[in-house]
């Protein structure tokens, strides 16, 4: 079944065409990698996915509803609720600490709980860093907590940009295996990567280029255990 | 909502550079408007205490008295000495057209003696006739001011006993006076009766010059006239400076349009600077607080991204910025209420200028609007920005913020 679908979607800058009629479909538990060089469209596509951004025509379907006609208030709601998002650059607040980033989640989603936040920590395998800011964390680990906050709120569809650019391999291959865990238990993934290796990883590659959707394969080397 | 102004409160504690700077800001502005606006009261106060001291719309006092100071000086800052007139000048005076109503006035100065408690002023009014110093009285004591009672201004000392003496006998104090920020507050009133008992001790005791050829029971040291409906008082005024020669006499709009005059100046002068300070200050913060909110456009789109509505990050900036405010000013207010006190005294003692402080409920409102004006400022501000940043796409204000 269909979690998500863009029908003709464009975004247009002035005279930049970031992204242009881009049609895709990504089922309920499916992993989809996007790659892409550079200024093909891929963080455009992931903000008009996200509901960070409007697409300037065409339609983003989620879960059977036409996103891109809710009112800001409806679209925040919807974004809350169905998406959790993970960044290159983390975006943590630099003055709470990681059980606390988590938290602020959950308070702008229903309310926040302390347990249950640890216990996104614990998966994450970083309760014991509960307490220290991000400027005390590496980057491995802050991008840890950004995971734990994007999953605190149980939402269908994780949405990640970039999850391991800034990442050493022995990170990158932890957060991999946080994706791989998360998909086996039914959660979507779309990852946003111009890394190969990441990229490889998924179910679906997804590939752009100058706005523009040029291949969308299926990845026969993919395995649920790997 | 506890749990978000936590945050509001660690995003304080953990920019504590940031915090102090604005804190430091709107201490600045909470200062600058409450002694400004206090200042400004203090000099209207002292204006409207002058006003309703005078009463009278013509003075007239002995050609003698000029010696000690001007009239105004005389009737408005209870600069008196002994001086006199004659029962034929009050007479004359009483007589001059257009003199609706008289009521004397006998000034005797205490002597720095063994006869007397303190060196001061006294005034001795008319109780039946007086229009000027009753009304004032009635202010702080409604009781009847018999003989052998003094009232005295707020300055003069009393003892526990509540007895003061002058020249060799002990006089009771009936009620002390609200300040009014003039030399009147060191000066002492009593009946007629009471100043003439005396003046006739002093007479006796120190042999006084002043009193010679003196009618005790019928002198005045000042008239104080009200006008028929219809006559102007400078007409009156003039009328009884070329017919009585011993007599000088100046109608009490002249005497307070000068000071009204220089007060409306001064008090406009400070009210262009307070305004100016505060047109700065908001000024200040308005490019504080938008350089601020452009500096967190990352922080705040990361809120949009995991959740917050428009309105929850409206009420975190604005929280915030309110925590922010109200720390300033109370700051603000720690330090110049304090310093409200010394700061009249100096005003009062440097520019010779009648200063009446408000009195506490005012002082509070003054606090509460100095306050709360910066409060409002600061958040309508943090309103205006957060309104901005809500508007604004999540995608563009992370990459801008970035």
Known sequence: ?226 | MKFAFNVSLKNIRRRPFRSAALGALVMLLTICLFLGAEVILSLQGGLDAYRSRLGADVIVTPSSASAHGSVDDIFLQGITGNYYMSEKDIKKAADTDGVQSISRQFYLTSAKAGCCSARVQIIGFEPETDFSVLPWIKESYSGEIRNGDIVVGSEISVPSDRQIKFYGKKYNVAAILGKTGTGLDNAVFTGYDTIKEMARSAADIISRKEFSGVNIDNTASALLIRVKDGYDPQTVADDINIHITKVQAKASKSMISGLSDGLSGISGIIAVLVGAVWVFCFIIMLMVFALLSNERKKEFAVFRIIGASGKMLTAVMAGETAVLCLAGSAAGLLVSVPLCFPLSDMIHSSLSLPLLMPDGAVLAALCAGAAVIPLITGVLISLASAVRITKAETGLLLREGA
């Open chain 1, 1 to 226: 079944m269909s979690l998500l679908e863009l029908k003709d979607v464009s975004k247009v800058y002035g005279e930049l065409h970031a992204l242009e009629k881009a049609n895709l479909k990504v089922d309920k538990g499916e992993w989809i990698a996007i790659m892409g060089p550079s200024g093909s469209g891929k963080s455009t596509m992931m903000n008009i996915i996200g509901c960070m951004d409007r697409p300037s025509s065409g339609q983003v379907i989620f879960d059977g509803r036409d996103i891109t006609k809710e009112s800001r208030k409806k679209l925040t709601e919807f974004h809350r609720d169905k998406i959790g998002l993970v960044f290159q650059q983390f975006h943590l607040i630099n003055y709470l600490n990681a059980v606390e980033n988590v938290m602020v989640a959950q308070y702008y989603h229903s309310m926040p709980d302390e347990k249950e936040a640890l216990e996104a920590l614990e998966r994450v395998g970083l309760k014991d860093r509960a307490r220290h800011l991000p400027s005390q964390l590496s980057g491995g680990e802050q991008q840890r907590v950004c995971i734990a906050r994007a999953l605190i709120n149980s939402p269908e569809l994780i949405l990640a940009d970039e999850p391991t650019g800034n990442l050493d391999e022995a990170n990158e291959n932890i957060v991999l295996d946080i994706f791989r865990q998360l998909h086996k238990e039914g959660t979507s993934l779309i990852v946003v990567t111009h890394d190969p290796e990441v990229g490889e990883v998924a179910q679906r590659i997804v590939r752009l280029d100058h706005g523009k959707i040029i291949s969308d394969k299926k990845n026969e080397s993919f395995s649920e255990g790997e």
